[in-house]
């Protein structure tokens, strides 16, 4: 089958062809994306022996065990998903030249500020190659070239699926990149590519994220790291607690949006904490905690003064006790990764400066913090969720992968 | 006076209170920011004499000549426009709170995405004082705390003009400070303090840009560089034309919307470029060019390789002649800094191609570059002209000095 990406091209050379598709996608419609898409979702399903046989490959030489391993694994059911995660893609509107804003100056000028592609697009990732192919078909909608650098781990399986995105008609060449993952040579020029890529996305841990933030000269759209918190004030509903701080931390303790740490209103702690940390120990999870909780609750594990800032990512929870909302509010914005956070209150007027005053993404009154997700806002789709304040902030999708420009029209005006 | 602001405070410190400060800057009302304004604007005028008493030492001292000294100096009708600006500030609606989007999902919960302040904005900035005034009074406005490192040479000017904002009453401790100027160290602190502060906007020379945007580990907005072109397509009204690259390249040479690359169609070439070498000659450009602009002009200049990439900010003038709209487009999103290039044109089909294919923050039709300012967008303030795709592009203020945040309302609900 002939491929248009081979490993003899340089990370360089693809950054450079990558570019150029950039200008090529520009002229694509909204309609010839999207019949691109869908026949991108059939190659995918047409070629799911050639993927599985790649991802067999990856998975006996990875070495990898456990949930490690699963992340990698590819089976039927996981490449209908891969292939039903692109026709969605097909359904979301298309943002690419929206009119933003349309205005006429008094001197004749028509000004129009539009959305465009942002133009090249990085994305770091690790194990899970489902990421190639969600990541490069929201790419396509909104009119980016993208430069994957996956997991070497996933070698095998990203380079077949990224060649079947590739390969579909249509496609420019070069739009639809993979960049060499057996050293890290390809990553290092990637995040100094200023100039021919316009954002860098990284995708994966705290180490990999750090990495990408700390020597990127490409803008950065850092994602991902949630310590969050859960803070019971003296009026909250006591089993409505138990049944967010147990689904919070227990449905899926190993994604940025679980809650890490519990704060507990003093005027309620000698209630509230040894029922809820009864019912976390039930669902398996480690509970450690300041000296006001362990008064309590002597069960409970000491927390060291590294328990506040650090995500866990498994069932292992912090407890404090506090005096009040702002003291609540003051340690998650001292401690809080800046992710997602939720007040648990029957009192508004606690709810609405808590929602105002903690300084995080997403700010929750009386629910859980795993609804941070593009999916759970609504979105249909989820690049990321974003922690830093510029450019977007939370989960994003299509909207926060172009940029603008402004369009200016008049008929001989000088200053 | 007792003053907010002393040099004793470290660098660090001075970071730490500016996060502070942006905490309490969220509790104030637009009707209390207002108000502080207007008495920033009023104090400006009052502390006029010892305002000019610090920028006669700074001028003194300064070793400055020509336009650099000119820059520096303040006199009391400069007062009297910084004044002016910071009431101006105040009629401009404030963006913090506003609501972009809010909706209900399927399980009930409310989501609402609401404009906040970045929180800590540092500004890194050259001689002109007035940019201490304006950058405070837009930061102010927005909610942010700021964090001012301007340029040796205007350091008591600037002194002494933060100490009269930080000390009108109302403005947080912290929110308004200065750092050290009398050496690199306190730039290179400001820069890599992630965490600290939210976004870094340095406004000067490319030197300073290039610096700010390969060293900062804080987001950076990259303001400012404008190797901007106009193309002169074949349908080109001359006279229209004569206006406009006259305007653009001479009303004010050394600011990044002038005009510093002539392209021209090779069909109109022969009559043209002799027309407009004689005009620019005449307003004291001096005009560099390719081979076939110099056949046909032989009074041009032979142009190098470094000329096509480089801002002359002064009299000099580049011509190249281009087959068509195809190629100027070309030549423009590979040499252009993505600032502000123009066509001209009766073609309308050229005209949307290059509004559409000209990567740049604004791309015009039949107008000079000179527009490219917010205040001409009718913002009626500007921050600077970004010439990044992430967060903002082209002239920016109010709006783009906030990020967002997603508030979340929920009756209990899990996943």
């Known amino acids: 089958m002939a491929t248009t990406i081979s490993p003899a091209i340089s990370t360089h050379d693809k950054l450079l062809r990558a570019r150029e598709a950039s200008a090529e996608l520009l002229l694509l419609s909204t309609a010839q994306k999207n019949a691109i898409l869908l026949t991108m979702a059939d190659a995918i399903e047409a070629n799911a022996a050639s993927i599985l046989e790649a991802n067999r490959t990856d998975l006996q030489e990875s070495g990898l065990e456990g949930a490690m391993l699963d992340r990698l694994l590819l089976n039927p059911a996981r490449i209908k998903e891969m292939a039903k995660g692109v026709r969605d893609v097909v359904h979301l509107s298309d943002p690419v030249f929206e009119v933003l804003a349309e205005w006429i100056r008094p001197n004749g000028l028509q000004i129009r500020k539009i959305r465009v592609p942002l133009g090249v697009v990085g994305i770091i990732y690790e194990s899970r190659p489902n990421v190639t192919v969600d990541t490069a078909a929201l790419a396509f909608k909104t009119g980016n070239a993208i430069v994957l650098r996956g997991g070497k ?19 420019p060449e070069g739009a639809i990149a993979l960049l ?31 990495f990408v933030v700390e020597n990127s000269l490409v803008p950065v759209i850092e994602t991902g790291a949630g310590n ?21 931390k227990t449905q899926r303790p190993s994604v940025c949006n679980a809650a890490e740490k519990l704060l507990v209103h003093e005027s309620i702690a000698a209630k509230y904490v040894p029922r809820i940390v009864k019912k976390l120990v039930e669902h398996g999870v480690e509970v450690r905690g300041d000296e006001a909780s362990r008064r309590i609750a002597p069960s409970i594990v000491p927390a060291g003064p590294q328990d506040w800032p650090e995500e866990y990512l498994r069932l292992c929870m912090a407890v404090k006790v506090v005096k009040d909302t702002d003291e609540a509010i003051a ?44 999916g759970e806002f609504g979105f249909g789709a989820e690049m990321g969720v974003s922690t830093q304040k510029l ?12 940029s603008t420009k402004y369009e200016v029209v008049g008929t001989g005006q000088v200053r």
């Open 153 to 171: 781990e996933a070698a095998r399986s990203n380079q077949r699926l990224a060649e079947i995105l590739s390969n579909v008609v249509g496609v």
């Open 180 to 210: 060499d993952s057996s050293t890290r040579d390809s990553v290092g020029e990637l995040i100094k590519a200023r100039g021919l890529v316009d954002v860098i996305i990284p995708r994966g841990g705290q180490g990999l994220i750090s």
């Open 228 to 248: 969050c918190h859960i803070f019971v004030d003296e009026s909250a509903d006591f089993e409505m607690a138990d049944a967010i701080v147990i689904n919070a």
């Open 331 to 374: 340690h998650i914005n001292r401690y809080s990764t800046k992710h997602s956070d939720s007040i648990l209150t029957r009192d508004e007027a606690n709810a609405r400066r808590f929602l105002r005053l903690v300084d995080s993404a997403v700010v929750y009154w009386n629910t859980s913090t795993r609804f941070t997700d593009g």
């Open 391 to 402: 450019h977007c902030r939370g989960p994003f999708a299509l909207a926060e992968l172009t």
